[in-house]
């Protein structure tokens, strides 16, 4: 500790003043923040480009209203009330409600079912089956749609060459109270493959030792599916079905393919999705278009993160 006497001699930059720091440190710091942002630049700049420019896009075209007479005028929130009053809205927003209510636990309950019983071991052929149950999944939505879509033809499909070679009256899987559950299964028939994936993967990781002690302690198979392998792969799970309920939600190559089979049952606001679609493109109203968009995305972000909220809760 310094004396009165000896503070008093010091220079007064000696007592107040730190270290300088050397000018090639400076500069090495200084390097390694902006080498850095060397990495995360070119991600950054596709990320603002392909996700926050068309966000910030649709936002602005939201607020504006086109018009043949007048052109374009600010109508501010106007938009937004118009499609909250809007029951063609309403209609395919509560359709693409039914279908992820059915949909979803049905594909995710076989997905589970398969991938519990390839983890089983008990299964002749293991590496034929997952690979045979993943491949529709590299199927392309729109070819799906259409080989489906064929097949569900009543004059020109399977469906109607069953009915002239058996003489059979199967009923039409494209008529009106059909058409949801026969674009369930074509999403289910895409989809199982991936789901199962995510949950075998998760099954995969689960440690030997316990397998081990629930042999010791004697459990059985099913005590073995409830105790261990469901509460392991329960992240999985909620991965699974947040990405379902997005999928869900933005509904649209299947019912958009099958319209020119069944005109007089798929609407152009079947799903919010191509109601949006059919207002850009064939309604020319893009302004109110971009405001659907933005209200149904609004929507799957608070129904996901809800469903999210519950599934880390439980997990928890």
């Not at 033809?153 to 199967?170: A, Q």
């Not at 990781?205 to 599916?225: F, H, K, M, N, T």
Request: glycine residues 8%.
């Amino acid at each position: 500790m310094l004396t009165p006497l000896v503070k008093e001699r010091l220079p007064l930059t000696t007592l107040a003043s730190p270290p300088a720091v050397p000018k090639t440190l400076g500069r090495a710091r200084r390097r390694s923040r902006w080498t850095g942002w060397g990495f995360v630049g070119p991600f950054m700049a596709v990320f603002a480009l392909v996700f926050l420019a068309p966000i910030v896009y649709s936002l602005w075209l939201s607020l504006f209203q086109t018009q043949l007479v007048g052109g374009t005028s600010f109508v501010g929130f106007d938009n937004y009330a118009r499609v909250l009053s809007d029951p063609q809205f309403w209609d395919g927003a509560g359709r693409v409600t039914l279908f992820l209510l059915v949909q979803v636990p049905v594909m995710l309950g076989i997905s589970l079912l398969v991938a519990l019983a390839i983890d089983s071991g008990r299964l002749y052929g293991r590496d034929f089956f997952r690979l045979t149950i993943f491949l529709p999944y590299a199927v392309p939505g729109v070819v799906a749609a259409l080989m489906w879509g064929f097949m569900y033809g009543e004059r020109f499909g399977l469906v109607g060459n069953i009915n002239d070679l058996f003489g059979t009256s199967i009923p039409d899987p494209l008529a009106s109270a059909l058409v949801l559950p026969a674009i369930g299964n074509i999403v289910t028939w895409e989809f199982v493959g991936y789901n199962m994936l995510i949950f075998y993967s998760a099954l995969r990781v689960v440690p030997a030792s316990l397998y081990e002690a629930a042999e010791i302690d004697g459990a059985g198979p099913w005590r073995v599916i409830s105790a261990i392998k469901l509460p392991a792969i329960r992240g999985a799970l909620v991965v699974a079905t947040i990405f379902s309920i997005i999928g869900s939600f933005q509904l649209f190559n299947e019912p958009s393919i099958l319209q020119p089979l069944s005109p007089n049952y798929i609407s152009t606001h079947y799903t919010p999705n191509l109601y949006a679609y059919s207002l850009s493109f064939s309604g020319q109203q893009y302004n109110y278009s971009a405001t659907v968009a933005i209200i149904m995305g609004v929507l799957t972000m608070l129904v996901a993160y809800v469903v999210q909220l519950r599934g880390m809760r439980k997990e928890a």
